[in-house]
């Protein structure tokens, strides 16, 4: 982990609707108290990156060194529905779709340690592609 990095927590939204005065805010917080680590769990709409906020403040923070991510927001299944999605920013979503690609990592001690990636050497027994299924529901 990190075990001298500095976290903190930021309240910024109140309510259902909030400024975006108020996530520049949070955000030039964390830049200015020495944050090593920025998590923004906050989506709006899509817009140009000169026009978003958030893509904007997070660029700053990256300038200066801070590791940011961002929670994307999904209103799909629609193409473009994804948000916070700045290539600056390591955007992190989760999905409905039951799948997991296994993926085992050998040491040079021959150790093994099974996990999950989507990276998938040709000529690997699972690098067959198999299709997508999506299963209509938008649960």
Same mark, same amino acid.
């Given at each position: 982990?990190?075990?001298? *990095?500095?976290?903190?927590?930021?309240?910024?939204?109140?309510?259902? =609707?909030?400024p975006?005065?108020?996530?520049?805010?949070? /955000?030039?917080?964390?830049?200015?108290d020495?944050?090593?680590?920025i998590?923004?769990? !906050?989506?709006?709409?899509?817009?140009? $990156?000169?026009? =978003? +906020?958030?893509?904007? *403040? %997070?660029?700053? *923070?990256?300038?200066?060194?801070?590791?940011? +991510?961002? *929670?994307?927001?999904?209103?799909?299944? $629609?193409?473009?529905?994804?948000?916070?999605?700045?290539?600056?920013?390591?955007? !992190?979503?989760?999905?409905?779709?039951?799948?997991?690609?296994?993926?085992?990592?050998? /040491?040079?001690?021959?150790?093994? $340690? =099974?996990?999950? %990636?989507?990276?998938?050497?040709?000529g690997?027994?699972? +690098?067959? @592609? @198999?299709? @997508?299924?999506? =299963?209509?529901?938008?649960?």
């Amino acid at each position: 982990m990190a075990p001298y *990095a500095h976290l903190a927590v930021y309240k910024v939204c109140f309510g259902l =609707d909030w400024p975006e005065s108020d996530i520049l805010t949070g /955000l030039d917080a964390a830049v200015a108290d020495g944050a090593d680590v920025i998590s923004i769990s !906050i989506g709006e709409e899509n817009m140009p $990156f000169f026009e =978003d +906020s958030i893509a904007i *403040a %997070s660029f700053a *923070a990256i300038q200066k060194g801070i590791f940011v +991510s961002c *929670a994307t927001g999904n209103s799909g299944p $629609f193409n473009g529905t994804a948000t916070n999605i700045a290539p600056w920013v390591l955007t !992190i979503g989760v999905g409905t779709t039951d799948r997991k690609i296994k993926a085992t990592k050998k /040491l040079g001690n021959n150790k093994e $340690f =099974d996990g999950e %990636s989507l990276f998938q050497p040709k000529g690997s027994p699972t +690098s067959t @592609l @198999l299709p @997508l299924v999506y =299963d209509g529901s938008n649960e």
